[in-house]
Nanobody
Framework: QVQLVESGGGTVQAGGSLGLSCAAS??????????MGWFRQAPGKEREFVAS????????NYADSVKGRFTISRDNTKSSVWLQMSSLKPEDTAVYYC????????????????????WGQGTQVTVSS
């Protein structure tokens, strides 16, 4: 089992940048068992996929809405995953969640929330116009 704690949310003006962090418990050996994802949920909307990264960090996947603006990365020695967000838009406003998946195949539908086993508590990101 792994526990996830997000940090780094806040309020930023449109066009600005913000970085989110997610720290996982359990140490490097456990963290490497999981591929990781970031999701977000705006008020009145369903939770949606933002980005994912494979166990080694060699492969990433992004939602079309954030491609070219957001970057996901991980450091297995630190049991952490990050989401660097730039050129932020008001429609990026949401609670952002870090998630971990123990599924065997990263390649198979890593954007689906039901592929993920563990979730953080979420961190609020607000982009003002």
């Amino acid at each position: 089992q792994v526990q996830l704690v997000e940090s780094g949310g806040g309020t930023v003006q449109a066009g600005g940048s913000l970085g989110l962090s997610c720290a996982a418990s359990g140490g490097r050996g456990i963290f490497m068992r999981y591929f990781m994802g970031w999701f977000r949920q705006a008020p009145g909307k369903e939770r949606e996929f933002v980005a994912s990264i494979s166990r080694s960090g060699s492969y990433t996947n992004y939602a079309d809405s954030v491609k070219g603006r957001f970057t996901i990365s991980r450091d297995n020695t630190k049991s952490s995953v990050w989401l660097q967000m730039s050129s932020l838009k008001p429609e990026d406003t949401a609670v952002y969640y870090c998630a971990a998946s123990g599924s065997s195949s990263y390649a198979t539908n890593n954007a689906a929330p039901n592929r993920y086993d563990y979730w953080g508590q979420g961190t609020q990101v607000t982009v003002s116009s």
